[in-house]
């Protein structure tokens, strides 16, 4: 075990701005400048003032560092939940982007609950966050408007559709979920059940919009008694799929508005001896990696999940940078129709 001496570590831990001044020759604020390039300085100047810092082995202190700046270099994600292929996924490509930026994460979630969104917000305001992703497919333009939109950089994933004063990532659910009740119609099934997500969730809205909107373009009649409300939980989809397969007329197709909904159901199938898509046939939304691999592979839309956690991100660091001189965006992100086992038309 190698041993560092008490004196060699007090004299590095010692050595502070002046010091690294007086070696290079020039002043406290000329080393502050350089060291956060916040100010042109001069090329000599600037190998003077780094080359002092690597010899005294001079390292700023972060939390000062934070106070000059005002800047904490930390943001804060809120997810409405913290399992899931989902959200780690776009979890994933937030930290990804953050690193590049030289950003630090904090992560908490909301479950979906104002209240608990509430206390999620306090808790990183307080923690000083440089900016915040938020995705809450539950919460109301009101809310963002009257609660959200003060001087912290925000970005908002999947909200309300009518924010103006933000940034708004979207997927286009709506788009997405017509097509795949299209694709179904055109394979033959007019009886397509639809287990939906959270009443007030924008993403089951608006996916459950392109549901109903297909099936009336096709002249098929709504059936209320095939609308089943689940929570996007794998164990909803599986309790739902009990409930559908007692129906006196049942369905031919299964339109789960999650895969998570969808792998459920095609276990509760599986496990009373349906063979999918042979007895029945059953398709997803948001394409998750294991969508690919469960047997039979999942029909779903495929949601560009890398592609929203890195915009966002992106979007981000670019509005902390910039502030008020750049105008707010809103980006829709396109879906795509994956074709595979579960719906019976390969």
Known sequence: MKTISKNHTSSHSAVTIKDVAKKAKVSVATVSRVINQNYPVSEETKRRVLKAIQELNYSPNPTARSLVLKKTHTIGVVLPDMHGEFFSEIIKEIDKKAREFGYHVLLTSSHSNLQEL???????????????IIMNPSLKSIYVETRLLRKTPLVLLNCCGDIQNSDVILID????????????????????????????????????????????????????????????????????????????????????????????????????????PTDIAIVGFDDIPIAEYINPSLTTVRVPIDKVGSLAAEKLFKRIEKGSEIKFSKTILETTLIVRESCGCL
């Open 118 to 132: 509430d206390e999620a917000l306090i808790s990183l305001l307080n923690g000083k966050v440089d900016g915040m």
């Open 173 to 276: 659910n709506y788009t997405g979920a017509y097509n795949l009740t299209k694709h179904l119609i055109k394979h033959g099934h007019e009886k397509i059940a639809v287990i939906t997500g959270p009443v007030d969730n924008f993403d089951s809205i608006e996916r459950l919009k392109g549901y109903k909107d297909a099936l009336k373009d096709a002249g098929i009649a709504l059936s209320p008694e095939l609308e089943f409300h689940g929570d996007f939980t794998k164990d909803s989809g599986y309790e739902i799929m009990k409930k559908i397969l007692v129906l006196p007329s049942k369905p031919t197709a299964i339109f789960a508005l999650n895969d998570e909904m969808a792998i459920g159901a095609i276990q509760y199938a599986k496990k009373i001896g349906l063979k999918i």
